[in-house]
Each structure stands twice: as C-alpha cells, then as structure tokens.
C-alpha cells in the first residue's frame, strides 16, 4: 500500500485554501489542482509498503504524539518549489509553528532511521500544496493571490493509505496520534 505521514489541518482552513485554490485556477492554468479533503502537511511520504511495514511504521511513532503539545501555525503566502521561475509545486508557506514542525520532523526521522527508513535529503519546510503544474513554468507575481494570515491549531498527525484513483487520490487514515504533551 501507498503510504505517507502528515499533519491534519482544520475543516476550516481547508475550506479557505479551497478559495484562494479556486481564484488560483483561474489565472493560473495546466495545473492539478488539490481538493480540499486532500490538503494536509506531509511530514513524510513512504511510498508503497507491505501491510507489515506499515505496522512497524505506526508502532515506532507511537507514543510521539505525548511528546509534544497541539501546534498553533499561520498561514503566510504562495510559493512554489523547487522556486517561482521553475514552479511544479504551487505551496501556501507557513508563518507561525514552522519551529516546532520542524522539530516534530526531526524526531520523526529519527525514530524511523532506527528502522532504516531513509532519511529526507533535502531540507524540509512544511507547506500545503494546493496544485501541481503539468509543466513546469514560472509563477509570475500577477497570477499569486493575497493569503491571509489565519491561524489555526494542528492537533494531530495522521499516516495515511493513498489511494490513487482516476479523479485524484483518496487518503484513508491508519493511524492517527493526537498531540497530547503529558510530561
């Protein structure tokens, strides 16, 4: 099975992010657009995995969630990676909480490495992606539309199957960890 790690965000916020996606697609185009239910903060994509690794996965996570407290983040604008004059990922950057996204990052390959999953090469900065361009190309200034910086709360991780299907991927959560810090 196909499989990643990422944070969840608020029902709300996906629902904003569906807005600026849409005002978006209208400037920007030859683009696959990311639903809404789709949006998330990958910490951490598996690709296909065998039912038993999966496990050994969720298991060596297990127990992080109590490490850290819920995260509180800011949306801050649009970006593309790997940059604007080569966009194949349009990204809404994030202001507030990248810190501590980035230190739950750190542990989650630690604890993973143990496993002798490799970790990431490139440095990580947590984003959303709303859409991926089917040629790469630039992201001129005249096609960003304004993010406001709204706040809201990660209050959990999940690792999620993907399913790929014709109209776009499902993801059908197999673990989630709720961030609960109780030391």
């Known amino acids: 099975m196909r ?6 965000i608020p029902k709300e916020i996906k629902e904003y992010l569906g807005v600026v996606k849409d005002q978006m697609a209208r400037r920007v185009h030859n ?7 789709g949006q998330h903060i990958t910490l951490k994509f598996f690709g296909e995995q065998e039912e038993k690794r999966v496990r050994e996965i969720g ?9 850290y407290d819920p995260v509180a983040v800011t949306l801050k604008n649009i970006e593309a990676f790997p940059d604007r004059k080569r ?7 994030l202001e507030k909480g990248v810190d501590n996204i980035q230190m739950i990052f750190h542990d989650i390959e630690d604890r993973l490495s ?8 490139r440095s990580f900065r947590p984003h959303i992606t709303l859409g991926r361009m089917k040629i790469a190309g630039p992201l001129l200034d005249r096609d960003i539309v304004a993010v406001d910086m709204k706040g809201f709360i990660i ?4 690792l999620f199957q993907s399913i790929l299907q014709p ?10 960890l709720e961030f609960n810090k109780t030391i």
């Open 3 to 8: 499989v990643f790690l990422a944070l969840e």
């Open 31 to 37: 683009v696959k657009w990311v639903s809404e239910r």
């Open 59 to 67: 298991d060596a996570l297990s127990g992080i969630e109590r490490l």
């Open 87 to 93: 966009a194949r990922v349009i990204v809404v950057a």
């Open 114 to 121: 143990v496993l002798g999953v490799e970790k990431e090469k």
């Open 155 to 158: 209050r959990k991780m999940v």
């Open 167 to 176: 109209a776009g991927a499902i993801y059908a959560p197999i673990r989630e």
